[in-house]
């Protein structure tokens, strides 16, 4: 018999194979380039929120010559609307805010279903 952890793994790809997940794509800018360190970590709070299938906070790779605005990327994958909902009722959520919209200039989100 495999681990609980294989079992819930194999739970979550069935999943993603069989119905939609939401995609949740937030791109962030950080106002002084000496914050982004901070607002990096206060978006890495987001990653221990239980309600995402898959969240990942990640920087800018700056491959793009057209534009730059964009230093942080924050990407989660949702069963559906009421865990999308409950991720941003969370206090890690709350928790991330405080953090980091004092220090951030532009902020996007995007919400969406892949078919």
Do not use: C, Q, W
């Not at 000496?34 to 969240?55: M, Q």
């Not at 919209?101 to 078919?115: E, G, M, S, T, W």
């Amino acid at each position: 018999m495999g681990s609980p952890e294989v079992a819930t793994a194999a739970r979550v790809l069935i999943d993603r194979e069989t119905r939609p997940v939401i995609r949740h794509v937030v791109f962030f800018s950080v106002r002084d380039p000496a914050d982004l360190d901070t607002v990096e970590a206060g978006l890495k709070i987001l990653e221990s929120n239980p309600h995402a299938l898959r969240l990942a906070v990640r920087r800018d790779l700056g491959r793009d010559d057209l534009t730059g605005e964009v230093d942080l990327v924050v990407y989660g994958e949702f069963a559906d609307e009421a865990a999308l909902a409950a991720y941003k009722a969370h206090p890690t959520y709350a928790a991330s805010i405080a953090v980091v919209r004092p220090l951030r200039d532009l902020r996007i989100a995007v919400d969406f279903v892949l078919d």
